[in-house]
């Protein structure tokens, strides 16, 4: 899976967005871009993921810049419970058992103050 | 669904004693694997299994052995216990959606494994 680069920490307000980037500059035409999170002493989480259109579910949104060079995922309203690590990883084509594993970088801390 | 399930969620060993950490998921999943996350570090895959009675090796299975006798589980065992294998220990799955790339894997809660 081709190289993401994130922020190591981010701070936000409570109640605010949060905006946490990611720069995938040698991304493939088929690598889709998943973000998962990983709350203090639990296991990764899914978020979000995507090709090249922007996505929202329940919990974010996914930004998709318009060359997919780099995403941006959204929280709206920033909550205590939104504090953890956010990866954003990238998934190729799966064509063989051991390409089905995720590739976690050191990911972005995400702080909320409230 | 209980979703990934592991037990124990703590667990403390001599060095050379063995032991089994336990996986099950009830989401009827192909794909399970098995990941260490050392403190301050990405998570590093141990082990994986396509299906029942295949298992294979991933990035650091040195010390670990793993079977898949049914769907639902995936023990991981330790057969002497070092203190190198220290570490916060996460079983997943994951089933193909047939679409290249959009495959999402669940996780489980951990154990966490001090070896003395």
């Known amino acids: 899976d081709a190289k993401t680069t994130q922020p190591n920490s981010m701070e936000s307000n409570e109640e605010e967005p949060v905006h946490l980037p990611c720069n995938h500059s040698?991304?493939?035409?088929?690598?889709?871009i998943h973000w998962y999170r990983q709350l203090p002493s639990q296991g990764p989480e899914y978020v979000i993921h995507g090709l090249t259109s922007n996505v929202n579910n329940r919990m974010a949104s996914l930004a998709i810049a318009e060359d997919r060079k780099s995403s941006t995922l959204i929280l709206h309203r920033a909550t205590l419970r939104d504090a953890a690590v956010y990866y954003c990883?990238?998934?190729?084509?799966?064509?063989?058992?051991?390409?089905?594993?995720?590739?976690f970088g050191s990911g972005t801390q995400l702080t909320v103050l409230p | 669904n209980a979703g990934v399930t592991q037990t124990p969620k703590f667990q403390v060993l001599k060095t050379g004693q063995s032991m089994t950490l336990q996986c099950a998921q009830d989401?009827?999943?192909?794909?399970m694997s098995w990941y260490r996350q050392d403190p301050g570090m990405g998570l590093r895959l141990i082990h994986y299994s396509v299906g029942a009675g295949i298992t294979d090796q991933g990035e650091v299975p040195n010390g670990y052995n793993v079977s898949r006798s049914t769907t639902e589980d995936f023990p991981l065992r330790l057969l002497s216990a070092a203190p190198s294998q220290t570490s916060v220990y996460f079983c997943?799955?994951?089933?193909?959606?047939?679409?290249?790339?959009?495959?999402?894997?669940?996780f489980g809660p951990g154990t966490r494994l001090l070896v003395l």
């Open positions: 997943a799955s994951s089933y193909s959606r047939g679409l290249a790339g959009q495959e999402t894997q669940y």
């Open positions: 989401m009827n999943h192909e794909y």
């Open positions: 040698t991304i493939s035409g088929t690598d889709y």
């Open positions: 990883i990238l998934r190729g084509p799966i064509s063989s058992g051991s390409a089905r594993q995720l590739t």
